[in-house]
């Protein structure tokens, strides 16, 4: 188990390297469109800015499971890239279809990338959720500020 961890860790402090960096991204980015727009953006700003945040995010999540894949590859636990990548993604993700299994000397690297997984999910749909809760809020403040109709 600490050798798994020992391994791991590197993998785990480069993805949250990765999310953070994305994080603080979109959030520099964020404030930055406010500022410039401050409540007179149009809708399909809204949209973009939105779409741009999930795309972020989503790129950062599929990062991160290449860089797992990466890990398994050095391991030797797969022949290819694509069964490394898919085995990565089942485990980010959490499903456990358990159709591929690493070998025993490494198959505890699969949960610790499931925890790591849903950590990094958490992040974005906190990220996600706090971009979309401010735009409703800036339509709010926009519809009151235009009175009943």
Excluded at 24 to 50: H, I, S, T
Excluded at 53 to 76: H, S
Aim: hydrophobic share 55%; with cysteine; charged share 10%.
């Amino acid at each position: 188990m600490q050798l798994h961890l020992l391994v791991a860790a590197p993998v785990m402090l480069l993805c949250l390297l990765l999310q953070c960096g994305a994080v603080a991204l979109c959030l520099r980015r964020y404030a930055r469109f406010q500022n410039k727009w401050q409540g007179r953006e149009p809708l399909w700003m809204d949209a973009v800015l939105l779409t741009s945040v999930m795309l972020l995010t989503l790129f950062c999540n599929f990062a991160q499971m290449v860089v797992w894949a990466g890990l398994f590859m050095v391991l030797g636990e797969f022949d290819t890239l694509g069964a490394a990548l898919y085995h990565s993604a089942v485990n980010f993700a959490t499903l456990g279809y358990g159709d591929i299994v690493m070998s025993p000397r490494w198959r505890m690297l699969g949960p610790i990338e499931s925890a790591l997984g849903i950590l990094m999910f958490g992040l974005s749909t906190a990220l996600m959720t706090a971009a979309v809760l401010d735009v409703v809020k800036s339509q709010m403040a926009r519809l009151r500020e235009a009175g009943p109709s």
